[in-house]
């Protein structure tokens, strides 16, 4: 099925350890992001990325490495994790982030755990 | 910094009735909203964008009020399946993209 593809969808992770979630679309969207949803903090921009090559940071970006070397890949990279980063993240793409809220596609989300 | 804010409820309605819940956004400059429904260990989908004259869709109807910056959602006749966690979403239509609130968490009672 088309859509916006997410692994893995359960991790857990030990204090330090370095790891990738994967995001892939199959619908040729320039505009890619990533979130985490905490409880009582509703969903947070991690970062973005308008097209293959261009990135930048949202609102929470400390801790994470993202990269977009294709249209259809965008790999969110946890460097050394931290408890702190236990969240459920979710990847979303849209054909434009100038109409993200009338099209944008979210993946199943990732629920990581950081021990 | 931007905001987007709602009341968390948890709103207990009985089937059939009528709900309503407001989200009020702090930044002037937001140029589209819109509503998302997230049911529980899901991802969040679009239930329908607010427009300036309001709008609806079947027993949703949805209202902005650009003067006080405020949108609202009512629900019609709820149903069991209308159980869900409503997120309220406001677009500045700039770069970064989609600002969330918190969600209202709406619970049907039979």
């Known amino acids: 099925n088309a859509g916006v593809t997410q692994t893995p969808k359960f991790q857990v992770l030990k204090t330090g350890q370095s790891m990738t979630l994967q995001c892939a679309q199959d619908?040729?969207?320039?505009?890619m992001s990533w979130y985490r949803q905490d409880p009582g903090m509703g969903l947070r921009l991690i970062h973005y990325?308008?097209?293959?090559?261009?990135?930048d940071q949202g609102e929470v970006p400390n801790g994470y490495n993202v990269s977009r070397s294709t249209t259809e890949d965008f790999p969110l990279r946890l460097l050394s994790a931290a408890p702190s980063q236990t969240s459920v993240y979710f990847c979303?793409?849209?054909?434009?982030?100038?109409?993200?809220?009338?099209?944008?596609?979210f993946g199943e989300g990732s629920w990581l755990t950081v021990v | 910094r931007k905001e987007v804010e709602q009341d968390p409820g948890p709103f207990n309605v009985p089937e059939g009735a009528t709900v309503a819940f407001n989200c009020t956004y702090s930044?002037?400059?937001?140029?589209?909203f819109f509503w998302y429904r997230q049911d529980c260990r899901k991802e969040p989908k679009l239930l329908m964008s607010?427009?300036?004259s309001g709008n609806e869709d079947g027993r949703f109807t949805a209202q902005l009020n650009r003067a006080s910056q405020y949108i609202s959602l009512l629900i019609r006749d709820s149903k069991l399946s209308d159980s869900a966690t409503y997120l309220c979403?406001?677009?500045?239509?700039?770069?970064?993209?989609?600002?969330f609130g918190k969600g209202t968490h709406l619970i049907i009672q039979p």
């Open positions: 979303a793409s849209s054909y434009s982030i100038w109409d993200a809220g009338n099209t944008i596609y």
């Open positions: 619908m040729n969207h320039e505009y």
């Open positions: 990325s308008v097209g293959a090559g261009i990135t």
């Open positions: 930044n002037s400059a937001s140029q589209s």
């Open positions: 607010v427009y300036s």
């Open positions: 979403v406001v677009n500045i239509d700039r770069a970064d993209g989609l600002t």
